[in-house]
Nanobody, 122 residues
Framework: QVQLTESGGGLVQAGGSLRLSCAASGRTFSMYAMGWFRQALGKEREFVAVISGSGGRTYHADSVQGRCTISRDNAKNTVYLQMNSLQPEHTAVYYC???????????????WGQGTQVTVSS
């Protein structure tokens, strides 16, 4: 069982940055690939980025490539999402998730946090 708790969301002006954090419970954190997804109001959940258990492999969605960076600190059981150059269209609830496989599809992820709201004002 893995429990995930996101933090770091909030209100930011267009062009600003945020760093989201996701703290995980349990002693097997490094066994899980960790992903970030986002869901805007009225839209489907969308893949943002994934990182392998060791942190040696990452993959970012084309829509965030060069603007967002996923990372993790296994000693702290925490995964991060650094987001730069935010725009109003990036407003969404951002979710952290854990999977035993390195994938990008929500159905492959077994554990989910409650989400953190990111709102970007123009």
């Amino acid at each position: 069982q893995v429990q995930l708790t996101e933090s770091g969301g909030g209100l930011v002006q267009a062009g600003g940055s945020l760093r989201l954090s996701c703290a995980a419970s349990g002693r097997t954190f490094s066994m899980y690939a960790m992903g970030w997804f986002r869901q805007a109001l009225g839209k489907e959940r969308e893949f943002v980025a994934v990182i392998s258990g060791s942190g040696g492999r990452t993959y970012h969605a084309d829509s965030v490539q060069g603007r967002c960076t996923i990372s993790r600190d296994n000693a702290k059981n925490t995964v991060y999402l650094q987001m730069n150059s935010l725009q109003p269209e990036h407003t969404a609830v951002y979710y952290c998730s854990a999977a035993t496989v390195f994938r990008t599809t929500p159905s492959n992820f077994e554990y989910w946090g409650q989400g953190t709201q990111v709102t970007v004002s123009s």
